[in-house]
T-cell receptor, first 109, second 115 residues
Framework: KQEVTQIPAALSVPEGENLVLNCSFT??????LQWFRQDPGKGLTSLLL?????REQTSGRLNASLDKSSGRSTLYIAASQPGDSATYLC????????FGAGTILRVKS | GAVVSQHPSWVICKSGTSVKIECRSL??????MFWYRQFPKQSLMLMAT?????????EQGVEKDKFLINHASLTLSTLTVTSAHPEDSSFYIC???????????FGPGTRLTVL
């Protein structure tokens, strides 16, 4: 069974802290790995897409890495801000998107 | 670019009634659209995949007679929840892609509450 697990389930940090969100998947034969942001009661915003041939992608304060051999991806957020508070979902792309349950992030001002 | 809209954004209905949710790709032609369901504090679960002009493919455990999907044009797909019950209350999100394996663009979601 193809599963995606995210750790931690919830995280609360003070503003300015650097943080790492973890995503692991059981099927290493993935095509791509994608990170999304979801605000309460809203749809998904794509943050970063790492193609299977890549090891990482960066966008502003966000950096995502992909290690297919270990079945892991991490999302690094630098200098966190209250506006970063949201649920972060990772999803592995195969013949369909399979999502993790998400990490609920709260950045306190 | 690549904007997907959903209507309505929220709906409350009585048990036993049917509810239709629309998903539109506003600035591109979506050959494939996907419907997901998300229960509180849980992940998105794919319900079905629809290709324009053909029948939808449902995931295991999803009742095709209860969740009717129509993808009649390259910019519109609809999900009808028939004879809704309180356990159908959920957040329904659609996504659209130009092709089956292309990047999916997500709609803002529809909150369904069945009383």
């Amino acid at each position: 069974k193809q599963e995606v697990t995210q750790i931690p389930a919830a995280l609360s940090v003070p503003e300015g802290e650097n943080l790492v969100l973890n995503c692991s998947f059981t099927d290493s034969a993935i095509y791509n790995l994608q990170w999304f942001r979801q605000d309460p009661g809203k749809g998904l915003t794509s943050l970063l897409l790492i193609q299977s041939s890549q090891r990482e992608q960066t966008s502003g304060r966000l950096n995502a890495s992909l290690d297919k051999s270990s079945g892991r991806s991490t999302l690094y957020i630098a200098a966190s801000q209250p506006g970063d508070s949201a649920t972060y979902l990772c999803a592995r792309e195969g013949n369909k998107l399979v999502f993790g349950a998400g990490t609920i992030l709260r950045v306190k001002s | 670019g690549a904007v997907v809209s959903q209507h309505p954004s929220w709906v409350i209905c009585k048990s036993g009634t049917s509810v239709k949710i629309e998903c539109r790709s506003l600035d591109f032609q979506a050959t494939t659209m996907f419907w997901y369901r998300q229960f509180p504090k849980q992940s998105l679960m794919l319900m079905a995949t629809s290709n324009e002009g053909s029948k939808a493919t449902y995931e295991q455990g999803v009742e095709k007679d209860k969740f009717l999907i129509n993808h009649a044009s390259l910019t519109l797909s609809t999900l009808t929840v028939t004879s809704a019950h309180p356990e159908d209350s959920s957040f329904y999100i659609c996504s659209a892609a130009a092709g089956g394996t292309d990047t999916q663009y997500f709609g803002p979601g529809t909150r369904l509450t069945v009383l």
